[in-house]
């Protein structure tokens, strides 16, 4: 409850701020000091110290697994805000508004991390959605990034459509707005509550770009401007994975027979779309976008095992992918050249700026020593121990193989290519913060219980 409000009212004061301060300066080093705020009051709520009493009437419930996310995606936030800050003064004149809007986010991130209602996890969702559809065009001088808003709003909307219309059938079947139900579900679960389970299902895979809900990723992370695309990419969709687990959790657990093989087949097409299709990029930036859409397979593997390996694994898993992505976009925000041609000879004249970007890719790729590959092993962990799930790990496995090349495309062209890659120059602390989020990687890869200690105690 601590981040929920402390973070609104920092939407309103970052609103204000824009004709109260004059210099950007001051404004971004306002927003950093306000995500530090809520990081250290979100650790103290988990240490149980509550600023705000409100009776939710038990539809929010702040456990510890929603807590830890929100301390991943804050962090991960400060960290993203450091390294990219700066660059969203080249998108626009509304400096302030656009750090308005991300606070607002943080308040829908927050609401669909502990939800108990359907009715906050529809609220959670749109108070997500919409700033990012007002931050995917907020160039509006590039008709990519105006297209790419478009596109972004009319699948948006349709895919609220449908999730509305599963609550609503869920409401018919049971009664309640509740996403725990008392009642034990009949042998036979009635038309409308399968319905509106299979409604809800579509709706969350549109939202983590789930295959085949996909389509719209890969031209609004292209079209939209860099810096916001981090953001999206990483902290947003970790958000909505996290929302997507508690609602199988919670509300459909007892129909694990009703939809477990259709997860399976939307995971192994997810996996595979995203891999595939990123093979055959020549944008980094679009290759990335089917990159995300492939890492959301591996992550859908935790609503298709739903166990507590699963659990675990998410949340090293929002983590290390959240690190590593702000990472590889806050460097190529910096980049004039977004093709691969780009990097060319980049570890020559950026030997630690290449550096960093190896560790991260690396991470991606899920190769030993780092966070990814932690993350990977927990999530065909939580899968082995599935009955039935040997054909969805081994497809997974081999599509982490392929996932190698188009990553290590990048490390061969900063290393072992001819190039004059050019780097707009970055300052100490952009450089320091990318060292920082490599140790970060790297400490989670070899000891995962810095992490996970926290979930249990």
């Known amino acids: 409850m601590n981040v929920l409000i402390i973070s609104a009212v920092l939407g309103v004061v970052m609103m204000f701020s824009s004709f109260l301060l004059k210099q950007n300066s001051t404004i971004r080093n306002l927003a950093i000091a306000g995500i530090g705020l809520l990081f250290v009051v979100n650790a103290l709520e988990i240490g149980g110290t509550v600023f705000f009493k409100v009776n939710v009437h038990g539809m929010i419930l702040f456990d510890r697994f929603a807590l830890l996310f929100n301390a991943i995606a804050l962090l991960s936030t400060f960290l993203y805000l450091v390294l990219s800050a700066r660059d969203m003064e080249k998108v626009g004149v509304n400096y302030a508004e656009y750090f308005a809007l991300i606070f607002f986010i943080l308040c829908g991130i927050t609401l669909v991390s502990s939800f108990k209602s359907f009715l906050i996890l529809f609220l959670g969702i749109e108070i997500i959605t919409i700033p990012l559809y007002i931050l995917t065009g907020s160039d509006k001088r590039n008709l990519k990034s105006n297209e790419a808003s478009l596109k972004y709003f009319l699948l948006g909307t349709f895919s609220t459509g449908l999730m509305l219309m599963g609550i609503a059938l869920l409401y018919g079947a049971r009664g309640t707005f509740s996403t725990t139900f008392v009642d034990v579900i009949e042998v036979k679960p009635s038309p409308l509550l399968v319905t509106g389970m299979i409604l809800l299902l579509f709706s969350m895979s549109f939202k983590v770009s789930a295959a ?7 031209d609004v992370y292209d079209g939209a401007p860099t810096v916001f695309t981090s953001f999206m990419a990483t902290i947003v969709k970790a958000a909505v994975f ?6 199988f959790d919670d509300s459909f657990e007892k129909l694990q027979p009703q939809w477990r093989l259709l997860i399976g087949i939307i995971t192994a097409a997810t996996l595979f779309i995203g891999n595939i299709t990123a093979v055959f990029q020549q944008s980094v930036k679009r290759m990335l976008a089917y990159s995300s859409i492939a890492q959301a397979g591996f992550m859908m593997m935790a609503v298709f095992a739903m166990n507590n390996d699963a659990k675990e694994g998410l949340l090293i898993y929002t983590a290390a992918y959240s690190f590593a992505t702000i990472g590889i976009f806050a460097v190529l ?12 000879g980049l570890s020559r004249k950026q030997p630690l700026v290449a550096g960093t970007l190896t560790i991260f890719l690396l991470s991606l790729a899920g190769i030993p020593l780092t966070a990814g590959f932690l993350a990977k092993f927990y999530m065909l962990k939580a899968a082995m121990a599935t009955p039935g799930s040997l054909w969805l790990v081994i497809f997974a496995v081999l599509m982490a193989a392929v996932s190698v090349y188009y990553y290590f495309r990048i490390i061969q062209a900063m290393y072992f290519k001819e190039g004059d890659a050019s780097l707009i120059t970055v300052s100490m602390v952009f450089k320091q913060t990318l060292v920082l989020l490599t140790i970060l990687i790297v400490l989670l890869g070899i000891f995962p219980n810095l992490l996970l200690t926290w979930y249990y105690f």
């Open 333 to 344: 925000a910096k980049m004039p050249d977004y093709t691969f041609d780009g990097f060319n």
């Open 242 to 247: 996290i929302a997507f687990i508690r609602l």
């Open 212 to 218: 085949p809900f996909h389509f719209w990723t890969p």
